[in-house]
């Protein structure tokens, strides 16, 4: 068992008694009866009079208080969409865009792309009909290419404001810029109770309408002494919940969809241990590649006598709702993206949360009943270990997307650019360098024939490198198919517990010499000869979801070659072509092997081969990397071996052939870093 401490109590503004928890009779109640029991209902005309009388205004509530679903259809109800006006309400998460369409398009009573519709990248659910439009905050920006002052649109709902994502925040830049000639655009700015004056300020001092939450007191619990494993601590900890306290559903945080299945998959197989010496526990997954049906079953009521324990991303802080919560358990740490603009690496890192975080964590268990939140880090450690807030996205990531797309609406001088917070100096210098040496942008900063149809391509620069490069090298095919599997890359093949050898066997069996790349494109080359069939995926350890996904992106970047005026040809089994065509895009990102293992070519950086790549043992002298993901060390997954004259071959104002001189060549060791056994 773990031991807990309480410590605190996140205060409510009702009883702490309060009403029991919904039964399910009162959950089945009428979808109109729970949307006027929602508290931003009783604000509903006050609030359409401040939007009839403000252009922008900044819209502050608990989360869970129906800002997302209810606002859009108010506007709607008061006639919003007329004349075929559209109304969009972003989200910086893909799964909240499409879970609360759904939601919103069940409320309506109509079919889910028809007057309610989602559009997020690589997927669209919308139709001429689609007046409310809930999209991804990215989807929203890449309007601006089609319609510079989006007409179309009668308001512009940014929600979640406060998550403060890269594409939210330039959203609020070029959103206020339009509001200025486009004085009937109606602008909203929704976010949960953090940072309101920001925005408002930012705004011109636009006002803010607080809807007051319903909240329930939340007592705070921390572990007396620091947890080694969180994992496991959490599977411990929420049996213990599930066999000592009284009912209610239960909400776990952690970081990722690995994490989260293995999570689910250990509190599964201790459960079916225990039998029924404990009651039902059902164990719900939520994270950003779980397929929906999947998704709609977090928010099925628990069936009585039973208890569910969600176990969510961040998705759950403060997107999503979750009826019934009454327990938070919170390891205290998120995902999060770094960016060292000195190197130029980004990477995807655990780390602690921030304060703001837990406390909406936390919040989480108060919204039906007074709630218990429980830490899996002691008082201390939240007083001196947590930031307060967390920085915004912007000034911890690379910019070369953002940056491209702004050239492209004809933003020239980002120095300028009416940012919320700037990001640093030189992680813009550092886009524009790089925008450069893809021949995006020419000597004077100004957007290329080729820079303009980069930013046509809905991927990374140099993932719409990589696809414009594929013309030249004949294999556009054999491109398209690489793009779409790094895509979705992580998640291609399955390792269940109990058929690990087989599972690492099959994975074997697609590994081709050149690299990571090609055993992609060879899964999904032997996928598609079987015909797309489920039956060959099972057989294979390989993902059907994500290749059924990978297929769809294929498909719809293979639409829009034409744009870019690229043709379809084939590399016929010549896959030199292929890297080629790979490395025109990722020269930025490559290695070379040095008497201490690899090095970043320009940056000197030391970097490690994935143990799960194809290369970990062939230790080739040079490579690309398609991401860097520090873990115990700066892991380089999916690597490809390269040549080093191909770099001054696709990169020549880049690379210098003196730099690409080896002159170790004859003392390299044999073999440096440690076997995958090793590594077990
Ligand atoms: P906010 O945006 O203010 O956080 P929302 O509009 O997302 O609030 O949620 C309002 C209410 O709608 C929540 O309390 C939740 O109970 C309900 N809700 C939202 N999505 C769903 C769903 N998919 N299924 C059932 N109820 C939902
Ligand atoms: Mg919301």
């Given amino acids: 068992t773990i031991e807990f401490v309480r410590a605190t109590q996140l205060q409510g503004d009702e009883e702490p008694s309060g009403p029991p928890p919904p039964t399910q009779a009162q959950q089945k109640e009428s979808i109109q009866a729970v949307r006027r029991s929602l508290p931003v209902f009783p604000f509903r005309e006050e609030l359409l009079a401040a939007i009839a009388n403000h252009q922008v205004l900044i819209i502050e509530g608990e989360t869970g208080s129906g800002k997302t679903t209810q606002i859009p259809q108010y506007l709607f109800e008061e006639g919003y969409t007329k004349k075929g006006m559209k109304i969009a309400c972003t989200q910086p998460r893909r799964v909240a865009a499409m879970s609360v369409a759904a939601r919103v398009a069940r409320e309506m009573g109509v079919k889910l792309g028809n007057e309610v519709g989602y559009s997020i990248r690589f997927e669209d659910c919308t139709s001429e009909r689609t007046v409310l439009r809930y999209m991804t905050d990215g989807m929203l920006l890449r309007e601006f290419l089609s319609e510079p002052d989006l007409a179309s649109y009668s308001v512009v709902m940014v929600d979640e404001a406060h998550e403060r994502t890269l594409h939210t925040d330039i959203l609020f830049g070029l959103i206020k810029d339009v509001a200025r000639f486009r004085p009937e655009l109606k602008v909203l700015v929704a976010s949960a109770t953090l940072d309101t004056a920001r925005f408002s300020t930012f705004f011109d001092d636009a006002p803010v309408f607080r809807i007051p939450g319903r909240r329930f007191p939340v007592d705070i619990f921390y572990t007396k002494a620091p947890e080694a494993d969180y994992l496991e601590a959490c599977v411990v900890s929420v049996l213990q919940i599930h066999v000592t306290q009284p ?65 969510a991303t961040n998705i759950a802080e403060t997107s999503l709702t979750i009826e019934g919560i009454i327990y938070v358990l919170d390891p205290g740490f998120c995902k999060q993206k770094s960016y060292n603009p000195r190197t130029g690496m980004e990477s995807l890192t655990v780390t602690p949360c921030s304060k703001a975080s837990a406390n909406q964590r936390a919040g989480r268990a108060g919204r039906v009943a007074a709630g218990k939140c429980f830490r899996l880090y002691t008082a201390w450690a939240y007083q001196h270990e947590l930031e307060e807030t967390t920085v915004p996205e912007i000034q911890r990531t690379s910019l070369g997307n953002v940056v491209l797309l702004l050239k492209s609406l004809g933003i020239h001088d980002l120095m300028h650019f009416d940012f919320l917070d700037p990001p640093p100096y030189e992680t813009l210098l550092l886009a524009l360098e790089q925008l450069y040496a893809l021949g995006a942008l020419n000597h004077l900063g100004e957007l290329t024939t080729s820079g303009r149809k980069m930013a046509e391509l809905p991927v990374d620069p140099m993932l719409s490198k990589m696809i414009l490069a594929s013309e030249k090298y004949s294999c556009s095919e054999e491109i398209l198919t690489v793009a779409a599997m790094l895509s979705v890359n992580n998640s291609i093949f399955y390792r269940p517990k109990d058929k690990v050898v087989h599972a690492d066997n099959a994975r074997v069996n697609f590994f081709l010499p050149g690299g990571d790349h090609l055993v992609l494109l060879n899964v999904y080359t032997q996928w598609a000869e079987s015909g797309y069939s489920s039956q060959w995926c099972y057989e294979n350890f390989v993902q059907f979801r994500s290749m059924r996904r990978a297929r769809d992106v294929r498909e719809q970047l293979e639409g829009l070659l034409e744009r870019v005026e690229v043709g379809l040809s084939s590399c016929q089994g010549d896959y030199i072509r292929v890297r080629k ?31 799960n790549s194809s290369l970990f043992e062939e230790q080739p002298r040079w490579l690309l990397y398609h991401e860097l993901v520090l873990t115990t060390k700066e892991f380089m997954r999916q690597v490809l071996e390269i040549e080093s004259s191909w770099l001054l071959e696709v990169a020549p104002h880049y690379y210098k052939a003196k730099e690409l001189e080896d002159p170790h060549s004859k003392k390299m060791p044999k073999k440096i870093g440690k076997t995958r056994e090793e590594l077990g």
């Fill in 581 to 611: 065509a790979i490395t025109a895009g990722y020269f930025y990102h490559t290695a070379r092997l040095t008497r201490s293992g690899y090095r970043t070519v320009k940056q000197q950086q030391t970097v490690f081969i994935h143990p």
């Fill in 247 to 311: 009912p209610g559903d239960i909400l776990v945080f952690l970081t990722g969809q690995e994490e989260i299945e293995a999570a689910c998959e250990m509190l599964q197989d201790r459960c079916r241990r225990l039998g029924s010496k404990i009651r039902e526990l059902l164990v719900l997954p939520i994270y950003a590649n779980l397929p929906s049906d999947m998704q709609a079953r977090i928010f099925q009521p628990t069936p009585p006598g039973a208890r569910k324990v969600v176990v």
